[in-house]
């Protein structure tokens, strides 16, 4: 079993044809234009960052749950893979859907193609716009949740990433940013499970205090704007902020999606 596990870790370390940051959709990710208008719904209601506990609180019919590494997957797909013609006359719902699983089918870590080999949506101004209208379809076709649960890139999670392993994740956000292209990253705090969670980061912006490296993220589990993840230069660890699901502070983080096994 130990072997198993070293040979997994080896394998996901190395990866297999893993994206490089060079080869993106040519434009910068725009928060507004190429994420999600619907949001994650998680399992179990949450207040300021605990369970309920409130009976009214807990009332919320859960419909969409456990899509977050989908969703923070599919923002990158959809910004490499796909082009939106707004003026073009639509196709037939059928045509959609088979549209929307081409996008998904072609995988995060795929190089984008030139415009006139993406995935055409005629009639929507980008994902946004596509996700208010036709969320339902969207829904329906870009995957079930619990297979990610069960994916080889899950391998690491028993393993606290080391402060080196988080400088260096925090120089190759930069570089790819620097570049423009997003990255997924996978937040998680095992053994403790307050946080298993995924975002995709997409900007460097202005750290909140000195020493420290600030970066956007849209997190799917909110339609409303982006949140921030922060890296210490000197503690050498990341941070998450306070949200409506998570009490705020340290998270480990790991990039995912960037090849077919991690």
Not at 78 to 102: G, M, N, S, Y
Not at 163 to 185: F, I, T
Request: net charge neutral.
């Amino acid at each position: 079993m130990r072997i198993l596990i070293v040979v997994g870790l080896l394998m996901i370390s190395a990866g297999c044809a893993s994206v490089q940051p060079t080869v993106g959709a040519g434009r910068p990710f725009d928060f507004q234009c190429d994420t999600f208008a619907y949001a994650n719904e998680l399992v179990f209601n949450h207040q300021n960052g605990a369970l309920a506990t409130d009976v009214k609180a807990q009332e919320h019919e859960h419909s969409y749950t456990r899509r977050c590494f989908i969703m923070a997957a599919g923002v990158v797909q959809f910004w490499k893979h796909a082009r939106f013609e707004p003026q073009a006359p639509p196709v037939t719902t059928t045509e959609l859907a088979r549209r929307i699983r081409d996008v998904r089918n072609r995988a995060a870590w795929r190089p984008s193609e030139p415009p006139d080999q993406r995935v055409v949506f005629p009639s929507f101004a980008s994902l946004h716009d596509l996700s208010e209208r036709e969320g339902r379809l969207l829904r329906a076709n870009m995957g079930a949740g619990w297979t990610t649960y069960f994916h080889l890139r899950k391998f690491p999670m028993p393993f606290e990433p080391s402060p080196e392993d988080e400088a260096r994740l925090s120089e190759k956000l930069q570089d790819w940013l620097r570049q423009g292209h997003p990255m997924v990253v996978w937040l998680y705090n095992f053994p403790h499970v307050n946080i298993n969670h995924a975002v995709t980061v997409f900007e460097k912006i202005d750290p909140p205090g000195p020493h420290q490296i600030a970066f956007h993220v849209y997190d799917p589990n909110y339609t409303d704007g982006p949140r921030t993840l922060t890296y210490d230069c000197q503690a050498q660890s990341f941070s998450y902020e306070q949200t409506f699901y998570f009490s705020g502070g340290l998270v480990h983080v790991r990039p995912m999606y960037t090849s077919l096994l991690r």
